[in-house]
DNA sequence: TATATAAGATTACAAGTGTAATCAATATTA
DNA sequence: TAATATTGATTACACTTGTAATCTTATATA
């Protein structure tokens, strides 16, 4: 099933988190979604669309005249894929010395922290 | 100090990494010292620097004949530079959905659970 | 000193990305 | 039906990145 994730470029992601929220949906409703979250024409979002249809990542239905696009992958699939690679490149592949840079930096609120221990005890017991 | 770091491309950190680990150094220390990391040929390995100096994450000292070269941003800064867009792209810009995703998926032992509980723990208090 | 060598400078070149515009075919409207 | 508007297909173009090779200049060596 997981078949290797190609590679989304950056600008090609906010086009699969807009399909993954909901699909299938038209170049145009993808458009609309997108309206005050990226500053694209609608030309450029069709390329997008278009590119991503290419690289496998994105299906299209072209059953009526106007075709609609949904996504291949699924966004937690993907999501890890890019986490690994991100880890890899940045912190030599561990989740562990990135959480130890947030903590140490106070990224994480009061709360955050609260939240993480709940899950790791609900894991770990 | 921490002027906005330049973006740094994927084989642009493995040199990092190598001038990070010690600096400053020569072209050719930089290639000895990735052998077995990475395989490119010297002047690939030139080419690299040389676009660091351009988008000044490097440095070069010309004193000598053969140049020698060093980072001009902290390791941490790089990273905290990259895991922000990484997550904002990625994981709607919190480092906690991240987590929850990796605790989910069991992707941290127990020893790092434990760890990590021990450095929330100590922040916390 | 002539020559080989090594270092730095310049150039190369294709794939991917950001950001569209133009062209062609089809449907809608006057 | 002719003109217009919409959608999809094709083309564009500069910048970045991966991956070097060639050219130039200054040492080291014969």
Known sequence: MAKEVPNIAES????????WENSPRT???VVSALQGKADWKPKTIR????????KKVV?????Q????FY???AEDECQRAEAKSFLKRIYGGTMK???VQFIE??????????????MLDKKSK
């Open 12 to 19: 090609e992601w906010e086009i699969m988190k807009i399909l």
């Open 27 to 29: 170049a145009n409703e």
């Open 47 to 54: 390329t997008l669309l278009d590119r991503l249809m290419k």
């Open 59 to 63: 299906g299209v239905n072209k059953e």
């Open 65 to 68: 005249r106007v075709y609609t």
């Open 71 to 73: 996504p291949l992958y």
């Open 97 to 99: 010395s990135m959480l």
């Open 105 to 118: 930096d106070d990224a994480l609120s009061e709360k955050d922290m609260n939240e993480i221990r709940q």
